[in-house]
């Protein structure tokens, strides 16, 4: 049996009807931007293995990091323990993000991430005797597939079997251009008409929306609102984060800074699940308190795991460095003339980057949904092509590893525009 076939027999994937769905592709090694299936056939991983790889599978010098952790000290319990690795994870972040975020919470990915920056959100207001029990978020949002970040995600797809289970979310509409004054005034009636305690976000790029992108200045203001009305704001960085959107992060190109940040993916460079919710200290006072019930009741086994964050650590310095920078202007340029060259073809609606971020959309006779028959055929014809992209509808999107070379560039946008041809 091939290992396709084992694992038809045993295995259930993520996002996966298995009944219509192809059988997935078994892949054995990847190096740089590239990998190899059982059948030696290569692939360009045009999307980072789901935005989380920027440095290149196989990192050497991550996989050193982690292999001297392993052998040093693997992991440890964090209640009522500490260690090096965590503490130097904190004393780094907290000199790259954004200058008011002076807390470091752990646990192991975007979903849980953002369940605790919810669950921190109301418990907030509830210490403080507040009664603030609604969460904002935006129109077509993804902050994952856990309970509360589930209840923040606006897109039907991932939701729709649970609809009436969730804590209370008012959406509001992305302040993409020309919506900018209707997404503002929506903000401000939510909160005239809620109890408010937090808004959660993508900071300028919905990414599993289809890369959707809006302005810095109108997330500043987003944000004055929220900080008029004491409302706490929630930066989901976990897509964005890392050097994505051409700065560190992408409040970076914000002038307000929030009061939560969110951070999974490339956090371990793309080898080892873990994530990290940051906070200020004055929502960290609202739980330091004589009174035991005002605690943080939550956590993982798996927090702080010091081989995560050795990973962490290797991950930063790699993105530090001159090379990885340049890595990461020279992608943004790359983009930008291919977004010129292809904005203004007959089968193309429009075309943005931002960062290593690239999108397009693609003109389409029926409403594309998700997980349409334009994307399947898309997504089939960049298959066989050799190059790993999953269109979402008819937004095809590329968001390469940092070291991907400019042939390997050249060729992923050659076969987007040969499928633009095809469909
Ligand atoms: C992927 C993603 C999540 C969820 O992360 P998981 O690790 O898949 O749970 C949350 N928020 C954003 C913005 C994401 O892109």
């Known amino acids: 049996m ?16 298995h009944k219509t769905s192809q059988t997935p592709i078994a892949i054995s090694r ?10 030696g056939k290569e692939y360009i991983d045009a999307i980072a293995s789901w935005w989380v790889n920027p440095f290149g599978h196989s990192n050497k010098f991550i996989a050193d990091a982690v292999y001297k952790q392993l052998t040093t000290l693997e992991h440890v319990l964090f209640g009522g323990f500490t260690h090096e690795p965590a503490v130097k994870v904190a004393e780094k972040l ?4 954004p200058k008011n975020q002076q807390k470091i919470f752990f646990s192991d990915n ?17 210490n403080k005797n507040e009664k603030r029990t609604t969460i904002i978020a935006f129109e077509n949002a993804f902050h994952g597939d856990t309970f509360a970040a589930m209840a923040a995600s ?50 300028l790029v919905q990414g599993a929306a289809g890369m959707v992108m809006y302005e810095p200045e109108a997330l500043a203001k987003l944000i004055q609102i ?7 704001t929630i930066a989901d960085e976990v897509m964005t984060g890392f050097g994505k959107t051409g700065k560190t992060f992408a409040m970076d190109y914000v002038s307000e800074v929030p009061d939560m940040i969110c951070l999974s993916k490339a956090l371990t460079g793309g080898t080892i699940p873990m994530a990290i919710t940051t906070f200020t200290q004055d929502i960290f006072d609202a739980f330091y308190d004589d009174d035991i019930n005002k605690a943080l009741f939550h956590g993982h086994t798996f927090t702080a795991n010091p081989t995560g964050c050795a990973a962490v650590l290797a991950s930063i310095d790699l993105l530090q460095t001159v090379e990885m920078q340049a890595n990461i202007e020279r992608i943004n340029a790359s983009h930008l003339e291919f977004q010129k060259k292809i904005e203004n073809h007959s089968k ?5 980057t931002l960062g290593v971020i690239f999108a397009v959309e693609i003109k389409s006779d029926s409403e594309e949904s998700y997980y349409g028959s334009m994307r399947t055929k898309l997504y089939n014809f960049f298959i066989e092509n050799g190059v790993v992209l999953r269109p979402v509808g008819n937004i095809v999107y590329i968001l390469p590893p940092y070291i991907m070379t400019n042939e390997q560039l050249q060729k992923v946008y050659k076969t987007i525009e040969e499928a633009i041809e095809m469909v």
């Open 30 to 39: 990847g190096e740089g931007a590239l990998l190899w299936d059982e059948n």
């Open 110 to 126: 975007g979903s849980t991430a953002v369940e605790v920056a919810i669950k921190v959100a109301l418990q907030y207001f509830f």
């Open 226 to 232: 929220c900080a008029a009305n004491k409302v706490l």
């Open 154 to 203: 606006g897109i039907s797809f991932y939701t729709q079997a649970f609809q009436g289970m969730f804590i209370d979310v008012v959406r509001i509409p992305v302040p993409v251009k020309g919506q900018e004054q209707a997404s503002f005034d929506a903000l401000t009636n939510v909160i005239q008409n809620h109890n408010c305690a937090g808004f959660i976000f993508e900071p």
């Open 348 to 352: 193309v609606i429009t075309a943005r």
């Open 94 to 97: 907290i000199e790259i993000l």
């Open 2 to 17: 091939t290992l396709t076939e084992k694992d038809s027999q045993y295995l259930w994937h993520p996002y996966t009807q």
